[in-house]
Nanobody
Framework: QVQLVESGGGLVQAGGSLQLSCAAS????????MNWYRQAPRKQRELVAR???????YYLDSVKGRFTISRDNAKNTVYLQMNSLKPEDTAVYYC???????????????WGQGTQVTVSS
């Protein structure tokens, strides 16, 4: 059984920084793409950042230059460094990953439980 556990959320003033972490645990053969999504009240969940196995990244336009996604494959962990935070970044942030449990099988998609990020003005 695989679990994704996020940490690092909290309350911060505008202009501040937070780092989110997401650790995958369980019987894991390999992890492909790792993502951070967010969902603000009354809004749809959106992809914030993505990192592939080769280190290539994607960012939502509104966070480019402020957020940085990284991963530690040895620890099965993905990070999201968030700088220059704005009130509009307030949301529940979710970790998401494509995880292969065994060699020769397709990866399955997993979600974390979410962590609240609140940015005050």
């Amino acid at each position: 059984q695989v679990q994704l556990v996020e940490s690092g959320g909290g309350l911060v003033q505008a202009g501040g920084s937070l780092q989110l972490s997401c650790a995958a645990s369980g019987s894991i053969f390999s992890i492909n793409t790792m993502n951070w999504y967010r969902q603000a009240p009354r809004k749809q969940r959106e992809l914030v950042a993505r990192i592939d196995t080769d280190g290539s990244t994607y960012y939502l336009d509104s966070v480019k230059g402020r957020f940085t996604i990284s991963r530690d494959n040895a620890k099965n962990t993905v990070y999201l460094q968030m700088n220059s935070l704005k009130p509009e970044d307030t949301a529940v942030y979710y970790c998401n990953a494509d995880i292969k449990l065994f060699i020769g099988v397709r990866p399955s998609n997993y979600w974390g439980q979410g962590t609240q990020v609140t940015v005050s003005s």
